[in-house]
């Protein structure tokens, strides 16, 4: 499509990155995916999105390569995309996992923090695994990877009894 082709139907590059974004947007149903898990305890409930969320982004493998290749290597487009994708992704996985801090299953946090903490440790395995060449070098079954995520997300956020761990000189509690 050349450059005057792009004007006739686009106002901007944005508006153009915009509709990119919603039309092909890499997990559009991860808010559905949360709301089905709504009234699942965690410790069900994150293996079972972090299950759903890996099969999906394995499915859209050659998406997630275009969107990290065209979209996450510049700034200005990947803050776009962030705005118009993630932020909606994480305020719903936000929102469950502060429903359960609420009732004391998880450890009280930042729950956008906490989404996008679940979130990345997906990504970064998807990265290295799929998309630079991990699975070569080191890999790994997609049963690994779920419950290696999962447990790692889950142990940092489980309200366990934590019986006054010794602190660190930032002051942050270290397991014994």
Same mark, same amino acid.
Not at 1 to 23: G, N, P, T
Not at 114 to 131: I, K, R, V, Y
């Given at each position: %499509? ?14 153009? /990155? ?6 092909y947007a890499l997990l559009p149903e991860f808010p559905d995916l949360v709301e089905s898990i709504?009234?699942?305890?965690? !410790? ?48 719903? /996985? ?23 903490? /679940?979130?990345? %440790? ?29 447990? %790692?997300? /889950? ?20 397991? !014994?």
């Open positions: %499509m050349s450059k005057a082709a792009v004007y006739l139907y686009f106002r901007s590059k944005e508006e153009l /990155l915009e509709r990119l974004i919603q039309r709504r009234e699942t305890p965690p !410790l069900e409930g994150i293996p079972t999105l972090t299950a759903e969320v890996w099969r999906r982004l394995r499915e859209r493998k050659e998406l997630a390569y275009v969107l990290v290749r065209e979209i996450q290597s510049s700034p200005k487009r990947a803050k776009l995309f962030y705005e118009h994708a993630g932020l909606r992704a994480y305020h719903s /996985l936000a929102a469950y996992l502060e429903r359960w801090m609420k009732r004391g299953v998880l450890r009280g946090q930042d729950s956008f923090a906490a989404a996008q903490c /679940l979130f990345g %440790m997906l990504w970064s395995f998807f990265l290295t695994q799929e998309l630079i060449g991990g699975k070569e070098l080191h890999p790994l079954s997609d049963e690994k990877v779920i419950k290696t995520v999962a447990q %790692m997300f /889950l142990s940092g956020a489980a309200n366990i009894d934590r019986k006054r761990l010794p602190k660190t000189s930032a002051g942050v509690s270290q397991p !014994l």
